[in-house]
Each structure stands twice: as structure tokens, then as C-alpha cells.
């Protein structure tokens, strides 16, 4: 699949404020990973999170921007597969000696051989845009789930997932993948991020501000700054508004997806 291309967010045009957010059915059990907040993550998933330079690299970004003085302590790792489930991934081998994260490049390129040991503080799953709440795929979703959950505890990381969004022609889908993501949540006590439900939010608030690519599915750079800001809020337990990272974004529009961004965690945790 080809990289997206960019889209500018252009102008914006607010929505009523009084329009309401989005919710969901369940709610989630856990709500923090505090006191003890992952550093590092790797993220499993497909396309949604590969575009616009990875969400990955935006995430340590937000982070570093946000704790300069420890920029060094954190580590994101992507590995995605276009089009994939989560039951296309082979999660343990991700976790093998010498593999993942062997070595990496400081600020100057230099090469440094990264210490064997503990590869990440926690794994961050998605499943195909629609597979948690296909006819046919769902039942997939749910088993491995549970699989690469236990995989991910047993090589001593927390398994999260990522709750990705409605395609931009289909917001009835937005209910039920929050739905769907939240109970798999709860069944492995694993920490939920609530992308989706930010999108919606999105959408309702300045329904100017494009968060789709062309085919109605993947991210925009507005939407990948959108859901990386919701990572960084629940990863963090810290508001995201004022990060000085926007991602070529104007300050003005970087602010209201921030501010979306952290509005939609406080909510789906209930803080």
C-alpha cells in the first residue's frame, strides 16, 4: 500500500459547543498505568498506525518535547503489516534475544547496540480497522486478544490496545468498536486508548478539520497528530495542550486537537 500523501488542516470552523460527546456502553476497568508510566512501547498493528511517518516517531516526539531533560529514556518501536489482524502477527517472536530493538540511532546517526534484557514497558495492539467487529473476524479479535495479551505479560511488558476509529462514511462504527475494544479491555485488564472516540469528538467539534486521507479510512497528518495526542495522554496520565510538537500543524489547530485529545481520555476514564 502506498505512503499517504499530505494534507493540510487548513481552516477550521467550530461546531456548537454544545454538541455531545461521544460515549460508550462499558466501561473501561483500567484507567491508568500510573504510578509507574511505560517509557517504552512497541505498537503491533497495520497501516493506520504506519502513515504519516508512524505514529511511533510522533509519540516519542510529543514525549521528548514533553521531558526534555530524559529524552534519552524513551523508546518507541513500530511493526506493522498492511491490511493485517492482530492474528497475522507472530507477537512472540517479536520479544525473541537479538531481535526487536537490537540497536538504534542517536541525534549525531550514530549506531548504538541496545543492552539485551526487557525489550519494552508495554505493547500496544490494534486489529484491522473493522475486525473487532466483523461477523466473521470478531471472534479472531477476541482469541488473540487474550493470546497476545499473556504473550506480552509473560516477556514482563502490559498489554494495551488501541482503539482505532470510524471510517469517515460509516460513524456507526465509531459505538461499536469503542464497544468492542473496551470489553477485550476489561477481559485482560489491559489499559484501553481511546482513539476512536476522539475522532468522533473531532468531527462533531470543528467539522472542518480533515482527519481522513483520500479513501475515507486512514489518517490524515491531523488525524495521526489527533490519535498520537490521545496515545500520549493515556500512556502518561498528562495533558498533551501546549506540547510544543505539532507536527507542521498550526499552533491554533495543534491546541484544538490537544485539547480534543485529552478531553475524550478524561472522559472515557472518568477522571
Known amino acids: 500500500m502506498p505512503p499517504a500523501q499530505a494534507q493540510s488542516a487548513g481552516p477550521t470552523a467550530a461546531s456548537p459547543a454544545t454538541a455531545a460527546a461521544p460515549t460508550v456502553a462499558t466501561r473501561p476497568k483500567v484507567t491508568t498505568l500510573g504510578p509507574d508510566f511505560p517509557k517504552s512501547v512497541l505498537f503491533v498493528g497495520n497501516s493506520f498506525f504506519y502513515y504519516n511517518n508512524g505514529i511511533h516517531s510522533q509519540l516519542l516526539a510529543l514525549e521528548r518535547a514533553a521531558d526534555p531533560a530524559n529524552k534519552a529514556a524513551y523508546k518507541a518501536i513500530m511493526v506493522t503489516i498492511g491490511g493485517s ?5 507472530d507477537m512472540e517472536s517479536y520479544f525473541r534475544p537479538g531481535g526487536l530493538g537490537g540497536y538504534s540511532f542517536d541525534d ?3 549506531v548504538i547496540f541496545n543492552k539485551p534484557g526487557k525489550l519494552v514497558d508495554a505493547a500496544i495492539m490494534m486489529d484491522c480497522s473493522q475486525c473487532p467487529i466483523h461477523p466473521q473476524l470478531k471472534g479472531a479479535f477476541t482469541e488473540f486478544a487474550a493470546k497476545d495479551s499473556a504473550i506480552v505479560r509473560k516477556h514482563g511488558a502490559r498489554p494495551i490496545f488501541f482503539m482505532s476509529w470510524a471510517y469517515a462514511d460509516k460513524p456507526e462504527m465509531t459505538a461499536e468498536l469503542a464497544e ?12 484501553v486508548i481511546p482513539a476512536g472516540l476522539a475522532f468522533a469528538r473531532m468531527r462533531e467539534r470543528q467539522q472542518d478539520l480533515n482527519l481522513y486521507a483520500p479513501d475515507k479510512r486512514h489518517p490524515s497528518p491531523a488525524g495521526t ?20 510538537y505539532r507536527a507542521g500543524l498550526d499552533e491554533a489547530t495543534a491546541k484544538t486537537i490537544q485539547t480534543v485529545a485529552w478531553e475524550t481520555v478524561q472522559d472515557y476514564y472518568g477522571k
Do not use: M
Open 225 to 244: 497528530y489527533l490519535a498520537v495526542n490521545v496515545v500520549f495522554a493515556a500512556l502518561t496520565g498528562r495533558s498533551p495542550v501546549g506540547n510544543s
Open 85 to 89: 489482524g492482530l492474528d497475522w502477527h
Open 108 to 110: 549525531q546517526n550514530n
Open 180 to 191: 468492542a475494544y473496551t470489553v477485550a479491555g476489561n477481559a485482560n485488564d489491559a489499559l
